[in-house]
Every structure is written in C-alpha cells, then in structure tokens.
C-alpha cells in the first residue's frame, strides 16, 4: 500500500515499553509474581519490535531524498 511500516512498530515499541514499566510499577506495590512474569513476555515482545522498527527505518530511510533524508539521518 506504499505506507511507511516505521511508525506503526515504532508505536507498537513504545507502548510495550511502557507497559513493561507500568507492570514493574504495579508489581512493586502487589508483589504479585504473575506480574512478573508478564512484564518478562512485554520485554520480549518490545525487543522484538525494536529490531523490526530498526530494519523497517532503514528500509524506509534507503526511499527518501533531500530533506526527508537529512531529517532521518538526525532521527
């Protein structure tokens, strides 16, 4: 469909770092183990989109000219 793939992961990383943290958070005042746990599978799930929203970045960076690529050598 000719859309950037970038800043969908990208948004899909920082919502699960975040809710890694809000876990933790939660944790610390319930010391419930499953919590834990969850929060170990959002980490997992993070990274993974971290690594994808790398490669989709490049791939999107390697289609831009002028502006757009000085902008996204800055980013």
């Known amino acids: 469909m ?5 800043p ?5 990383t ?4 975040t809710a890694m943290v809000a ?4 944790y610390l005042f319930s010391r419930d183990a ?5 929060a170990d599978i959002v ?3 993070s990274l993974a989109t ?3 929203s790398v490669l989709s970045g ?8 002028g502006e757009e690529r000085r902008n996204g050598m800055l980013h």
């Open 2 to 6: 000719r859309h950037p793939l970038h």
């Open 8 to 12: 969908a992961i990208t948004d899909a």
């Open 14 to 17: 920082v919502g699960g770092y």
């Open 23 to 26: 876990l933790d958070v939660f």
């Open 34 to 38: 499953t919590l834990v746990r969850a």
């Open 43 to 45: 980490l997992v799930f």
């Open 50 to 52: 971290s690594l994808l």
């Open 58 to 65: 490049l791939t999107d960076w390697g289609e831009m000219y």
